[in-house]
């Protein structure tokens, strides 16, 4: 169960989240849309902190942070709760595709490397790149970094996975494979919240989609209601223009 | 001009060779500990220690805006009239204490700027799977700054071999000071250091071909 209550960032004087509540459920999958700049990508990054909230209330599983006295024992808390997909991929790139996906079962999980290791070659066989085991980030295609990276998240087997704008960075050729793979993340009920411009799939794995504009979720609900009839004049814009 | 006494620069080189293993260990042990010193230097000036910050600046510009010879005369001579603890530092020692700390604040500017050149998604990345501090500099960041850093490293350990040869003015016979002797005694001082001379060449010349090999293996993950 995630619940977030007043989550509010600012950037100077620019309120980029202003007071958002949300609640997810296990399992749940969740996808945000909304026009660039309206805060989508600021609430994944605070859920996590890698951008800093400046109020609100989080609350993953059984870790719970007020955002305002957070220390560092809180963040590392709440990011070892979540696992991110980068938009640009962000593979660590001294280590190989395996090593990846390791560092977090050993450096953080305190796993065995042996452990470990089973475990990465489990995940690349389920990303398809099993092959791919001992490359560098730099020897692989968009699309293969971003099923390497997915995978990384996957292994970690948190509570909540965020997924930011995970294709937008990829040419077109590639998109599909990880979109692949996400569908099949989503398959196995793993909490996803996701961040897209892709509508039709958005259609399609979402339990519910939230619509954002100005730092607020302004309307949510399951992705036939909401894309077929939407009610805010706003969220009608918008989708006329995404088609 | 006279011609060039051949025999007696042969003769010299087995003796000057002799004190390379000297003139070595003090410049890797030196580059060792300058290594491990500006390392915690560059991650000081990077994340900021309140408190520490003001301290790593001022040991940085003392070190850089100072003569690698006078910092050797403070430590060897005039150190221990204040220190008594320290009237039992030998010339190798105070040596290799000076280049660390000489060197440690030239190399540790290197690695504060590598470090910043290590792209903001790599830090942002080891952050997210939650990740201390402590081991994304260690394990991610690091590692990254160094292949940005090697070439400039390397140059100031080439520079350090040779900072090695003032050792010869604290009473250490290292190779300055076994030429100097051996110049003193038969009057060919251009033999002498023209002797000494390319064999410091050919050490340095030796290290570049490393360098070439270090870089590679250090840019292995970023090879297309």
């Known amino acids: ?243 | 001009m006279r011609a060039l006494d051949l025999d007696y620069m042969l003769g010299l080189v087995p003796v000057i060779l002799g004190y390379v293993p000297l003139t070595l260990f003090m410049a890797a042990v030196a580059m060792v500990c300058a290594l491990i010193l500006a390392s915690l230097l560059a991650v000081e000036r990077v994340v900021r220690v309140p408190g520490l910050d003001w301290l790593v600046i001022l040991f940085i510009s003392f070190f850089r805006g100072t003569p690698l010879l006078v910092q050797l005369f403070l430590f060897y001579y005039g150190l221990p009239q204040v220190v008594s603890v320290l009237t039992q530092i030998n010339g190798v020692t105070a040596a290799i204490m000076g280049l660390t700390l000489h060197f440690a604040a030239y190399m540790a500017e290197a690695i504060r700027a590598a470090i910043t050149g290590v792209d903001r998604s790599q830090w942002e990345a080891a952050q997210s799977i939650g990740m201390t501090q402590g081991q994304m500099m260690r394990r991610i960041v690091l590692p990254q700054a160094a292949r940005i850093a090697a070439p400039t490293l390397v140059n100031y350990f080439i520079d350090m071999i040779k900072g090695t040869s003032l050792a010869f003015t604290l009473g250490v016979t290292e190779m300055m000071g076994a030429t100097q002797k051996e110049a003193s005694g038969s009057f060919l001082y251009f033999e002498a250091f023209l002797v000494v001379a390319v064999i410091y060449w050919i050490i340095v010349e030796v290290l570049s071909q490393g360098q070439k090999q270090l870089e590679t293996r250090l840019g292995r993950a970023f090879a297309r």
């Open chain 1, 1 to 243: 169960m995630i619940r977030v209550r007043g989550l509010t960032k600012r950037f100077g004087t620019t309120t980029v989240l202003d007071d958002i509540d949300l609640d997810i459920a296990d399992g749940e999958r969740v996808v945000v849309i909304g026009p660039s700049g309206t805060g989508k990508s600021t609430l994944l990054r605070c859920l996590n902190f890698l951008d800093r909230p400046e109020a609100g209330r989080i609350e993953i599983g059984s870790v719970s942070v007020d955002a305002a006295r957070a220390g560092r024992r809180d963040i590392l808390a709440l990011r070892r709760a979540t696992s991110f997909v980068f938009q640009n991929y962000a593979l660590f790139a001294n280590r190989t595709a395996k090593e990846n996906i390791m560092e977090a079962l050993v450096t953080v999980q305190g796993r065995s490397k042996a452990e470990a290791e089973a475990r990465a070659m489990e995940v690349l066989g389920e990303t398809g790149l099993a092959d791919k085991a001992d490359s560098y980030p730099a020897a692989l295609s968009g699309g293969q970094q971003q099923r390497v990276g997915i995978g990384r998240a996957m292994a970690i087997g948190a509570e909540l996975m965020l997924f930011d704008e995970p294709t937008s960075a990829l040419d077109p050729e590639w998109v599909g494979e990880v979109l692949d793979l996400m569908r099949r993340v989503a398959e196995r009920r793993q909490t996803m919240l996701i961040v897209t411009h892709e509508m039709s799939f958005a259609r399609e794995i979402a339990d519910r989609i939230l619509f954002m504009d100005g730092g607020r979720i302004v309307e949510q609900g399951p992705p036939a209601d909401l894309l077929s009839s939407p009610r805010d004049e706003r969220l009608q814009r918008f989708l006329r223009r995404v088609g």
